[in-house]
């Protein structure tokens, strides 16, 4: 049996996943999210979850390690549309979302 990593495990598409993925499948589901837009009551209590920021590559590195990740679902992104067009916000969050995609993806490979 399997793991998967979803990341945004909180919001909605993450969490509609891991629910799929629980009832449908043999594999066990591992969450990241650090709950700055999702609920903690959306995620599964079947999923091994883990709060914190993608940007955080050491403990990132500990899931990946601790886990045995063999399949990624990369959904973790800021989810609040009118801000996030906003010309203040959007460099911030258009380089957090290019960090932690790059962090995810630097552990994949």
């Known amino acids: 049996m399997g793991k998967i990593l979803i ?3 909180a919001g909605l598409l993450g ?3 891991a629910d799929w993925i629980v009832d449908n499948t043999d594999y066990k589901v591992v969450g990241i999210d650090d ?5 903690s009551e959306n995620i599964n209590r079947k999923v091994q979850f883990y709060k914190f920021n993608l940007n955080d590559l050491e403990a990132l590195k500990g899931v990946f390690k601790k886990e045995n990740i063999e399949i990624v679902y990369h959904f973790a992104a ?3 549309e009118g801000l996030s067009l906003s010309t203040i916000l959007l460099p911030m969050l258009l380089k957090d979302l290019v960090l932690s995609s790059e962090n995810i993806i630097m552990k994949i490979i």
């Open 7 to 9: 990341t945004g495990i």
């Open 15 to 17: 969490s509609r996943l």
């Open 35 to 39: 709950l700055s837009g999702g609920f």
């Open 78 to 80: 800021y989810a609040a």
